[in-house]
């Protein structure tokens, strides 16, 4: 099995940079063959093209007025215009290319021209609302979630039988987006014309990566929406809205591919209703902390399915820049983690050449920032070594580290790869602040007891060891702090 290296691009902005430096607009009908040729260098397995579909003007005279988007703007933009600002990518007005980015012919070449390096095309699928420019709220306002009566949370909407009050789209932990309107889940029509939407866009790419796809679990909606009846309609008939829409996407594109943004622990439960991948948000978090014992534990209780269903980053755009909050050596430990577990990797654009500014979302130009050679020769050292081994492809196997004496190893992290019988590569990693030395208990399998050939990629240097040896001891992996080894173990003929 390989597994996808995704890599996110805010389409807005990259186009205006790519535009910016070649003097002439550029659309994805015209992308330069060096930017999909720099992909495939990298081993990239999939695109995800972040924030190409249309937004309205009412969601974009929201994301220039309001006073902490303006403010944001300034410190990470400064100078900026109001040209600069569209609406938000997730208040989507319609399911179609935005203008500026080209043509659904367009879009259409860009796909056929990642095919052709063996790249797969991710867009967004944002289920849980609409935008409040979307023909649906003018013209279908009962899809929406509703009130008889102006409350927080809503807004008014004129409709033939007189005015609604429509609910804008929210998380239950935070404030409403006042740019969105809510889809309500509870009614059948709802449910028919979302995955009509849905099947519609799984017409233009190989996969869809689903915000905020908790949202739609039955007992989170009604939980969520629980003081506003559903209108007297016909009501859905039971059963989750994701088991439906997905078997309905496979069962005409068997190859495609659900990317679900989730938290609160409901990845497994969105994985059992047919999502490839979920959000893997809470080793994000523990590496960013610094919590190298609590990185081991989560990875140690997940089980084979959802370490190898879990879409792991440092960043994205809804994230610090990792930068921005780790060293240089820390960096490249989490870098490391991240790229050699089994599952769905994740590279945020500007994430390979140290950006440090998180861009919002509603701006469609970014400030320039110098690269950090650093940085960037330790992504393309590590993603060079990674191509030539059996990271990311084969079999993984979370080892258990053995600890030597009393020496502490709870900060140490090793991933065996193996796709041939009688070579495996070793990811060892060691998040903790000073140095530390476990055993590595290797799985050798049937191969010969003779000697093996251990070379590592990254600090250098050879060994030889016996198979036996192997197997009673296991790899002895000394690393300093924050120490990284790519071991390649090939027994000799």
């Avoid at 012919?105 to 289920?127: Q, T, W």
């Avoid at 102006?150 to 609604?164: C, I, V």
């Avoid at 110098?370 to 990311?392: C, D, F, H, K, N």
Wanted: with cysteine; aromatic share 8%.
């Amino acid at each position: 099995m390989t597994y996808p290296l995704l890599y996110e691009i805010n389409t807005r902005c990259w186009l205006q940079r790519l535009g910016a430096e070649a003097g002439r607009p550029i659309t994805l009908g015209n992308v330069p063959e060096a930017e999909l040729d720099r992909w495939s260098r990298w081993g990239l397995t999939h695109l995800w093209l972040m924030g190409v579909w249309s937004t309205g003007p009412q969601a974009r005279a929201l994301a220039q007025t309001e006073p902490h988007q303006r403010r944001l703007y300034d410190e990470v933009l400064p100078g900026w215009q109001l040209q600069d600002v569209d609406g938000s990518p997730y208040a989507i007005a319609d399911y179609r290319l935005a203008a500026r980015l080209g043509t659904d012919e367009d879009l259409a070449d860009f796909r056929r021209r990642l095919h052709a390096r063996s790249l797969r095309l991710i867009l967004d699928f944002v289920p849980n609302h609409l935008g409040i420019d979307h023909a649906w709220v003018r013209r279908s306002a009962k899809l929406f979630v509703q009130s008889s009566a102006l409350r927080p949370g809503t807004f008014a909407q004129p409709t033939e039988p007189g005015s609604r009050w429509l609910a804008h789209g929210k998380d239950p932990y935070f404030p409403p987006w006042v740019d969105t309107v809510q889809v309500d889940y509870r009614l059948a029509s709802a449910r028919e014309a979302m995955i009509g939407l849905l099947e519609s866009v799984a017409t233009r790419c190989d996969g869809v990566r689903c915000d905020m796809a908790m949202l739609l679990l039955e007992e989170v909606f009604a939980k969520t929406w629980k003081d506003f009846p559903p209108i007297p309609e016909a009501k859905s008939e039971g059963g989750e809205f994701w088991a439906e829409a997905i078997r309905n996407v496979k069962a005409a594109h068997p190859n495609f591919e659900f990317l679900g943004e989730a938290y609160w622990g409901l990845e497994p439960r969105l994985q059992d209703l047919g999502f490839d991948y979920t959000y893997d948000k809470e080793l994000t978090d523990q590496l960013l902390a610094r919590d190298g014992a609590g990185v081991q534990r989560h990875l140690a209780k997940l089980s084979a399915r959802q370490l190898a269903a879990g879409i792991r980053f440092l960043e994205n755009h809804d994230e610090r820049r990792v930068a921005g909050v780790l060293s240089l050596s820390e960096h490249q430990a989490a870098a490391l983690l991240l790229l050699g577990l089994p599952g769905m990797r994740l590279l945020h654009e500007g994430q390979l050449e140290g950006a440090r500014l998180r861009t919002p979302v509603q701006l469609t130009r970014r400030h320039t920032e110098p690269p950090q050679v650093p940085i960037q020769e330790m992504y393309q050292r590590l993603l060079t070594l990674i191509a030539t081994s059996a990271v990311g492809k084969g079999t993984a196997t979370l080892l258990t580290p053995d600890p030597e004496g009393n020496l502490p190893c709870s900060e140490m992290v090793l991933v065996q790869w193996q796709a041939q019988p009688e070579v495996i590569d070793l990811v060892a990693v060691n998040l903790a602040p000073d140095s530390r030395r476990c055993h590595a208990p290797l799985r050798l399998g049937d191969s010969r007891p003779g000697p093996w050939r251990i070379t590592d990629g990254i600090g250098g240097g050879a060994q030889t060891h016996l198979g036996e040896s192997l197997r009673q001891r296991g790899l002895c992996v000394d690393l300093p702090a924050h120490g990284v080894a790519l071991y390649h173990c090939e027994a000799s003929p």
